[in-house]
């Protein structure tokens, strides 16, 4: 099995800054990809940032330029560092990870979720 644990979330105001950390433990033979989504109250998951391999990212539009995805593969770690925040940045912040727990399967895990709320 394998647990992903997020935590950096919090309360901030707008304009500030929070880095959400995302620590995969358990069977883990190697990680193909990680990545952040989000849920607002009343909408749907959305896709924040992703990381290929360790380095290929991608980011959603309304992120680009504020967000920063990075993993520290040693750690079996992601981060995601959030600058510039805005209210509607206000979310339950869920990282995920493509793990392959031997050289046949690979596996999607999710965490738990952290909140991040930003006050206007």
């Known amino acids: 099995q394998v647990q992903l644990v997020e935590s950096g979330g919090g309360l901030v105001q707008a304009g500030g800054s929070l880095r959400l950390s995302c620590a995969a433990s358990g069977t883990i033979f190697s990680i193909k990809a990680m990545g952040w989504y989000r849920q607002a109250p009343g909408k749907e998951r959305e896709l924040v940032a992703r990381i290929i391999s360790g380095s290929s990212t991608n980011y959603a539009d309304s992120v680009k330029d504020r967000f920063t995805i990075s993993r520290d593969s040693a750690k079996n770690t992601m981060y995601l560092q959030m600058n510039s925040l805005k209210p509607e940045d206000t979310a339950v912040y869920y990282c995920?990870?493509?793990?392959?727990?031997?050289?046949?399967?690979?596996?999607?895990?999710w965490g738990q979720g952290t909140q991040v709320t930003v006050s206007s």
């Open positions: 995920n990870a493509n793990v392959m727990v031997n050289t046949k399967y690979e596996y999607l895990y």
